[in-house]
């Protein structure tokens, strides 16, 4: 699959979050948003165009820390028009964290036109033509984070850097 110029981040829903609480891709590792990694990483690799699926409740917060170009929404039409594509968009599902060593898992990449069908039609994440994608770690939790950060001051690495 060809370099990919587009991604899509999914955030937990509104609902799903405590009243006190936010989504974990708005945790922090080493003082920043797991979502400022995020972008980083894939600024890093050539991703231009960006579109995180995220409530009302969290939406400001999410776009403080994207691109300004960055399309944030939870209305299927705008989904729908971003993959208008034929190129491949990567996916992260969940919460992720970038990290080399990480296999693939559950991120993965599909030609937009693709995912827009699966997920109309389908309703799944069984995506023909998609492929694993390496190098994002999962975030299930607020011992997820701890770990990582962790295992990031071990590592010594500046909150600067991804």
């Known amino acids: ?8 981040l999914i955030f937990e829903e509104d ?3 405590l009243a006190d609480g936010k ?5 922090t590792v080493l003082s920043r948003p797991i979502l400022s990694w995020v972008c980083g990483r894939l600024r890093n690799e050539g991703v231009q165009r960006l579109f995180a699926v995220c409530g009302p409740r969290f939406a400001e917060e ?7 170009e960055a399309q944030v929404s939870e209305l299927w039409t705008d989904l729908e028009a ?6 491949p968009v990567l996916v992260l599902p969940r919460a992720a964290f970038p990290m080399e060593e990480a296999g693939p898992g559950f991120a993965y990449a599909a030609p937009g036109r693709e995912l827009r069908e699966a997920w109309r039609v389908k309703m799944t ?11 994002w770690l ?7 984070v701890a770990e990582i950060e962790g295992l990031l001051r071990q590592r010594g690495t500046p909150a600067e850097n991804e």
């Open 15 to 17: 609902a799903a979050v």
């Open 125 to 135: 994440n069984n995506v023909q033509g998609a492929e694993l994608v390496p190098g």
């Open 82 to 87: 971003f993959l208008d594509t034929d190129g």
């Open 23 to 27: 989504p974990l891709m708005l945790e």
């Open 62 to 68: 999410v776009r403080n820390i994207l691109p300004q």
């Open 138 to 144: 999962p975030v299930y939790g607020p011992d997820t």
């Open 1 to 8: 699959m060809s370099r990919r110029k587009q991604a899509v």
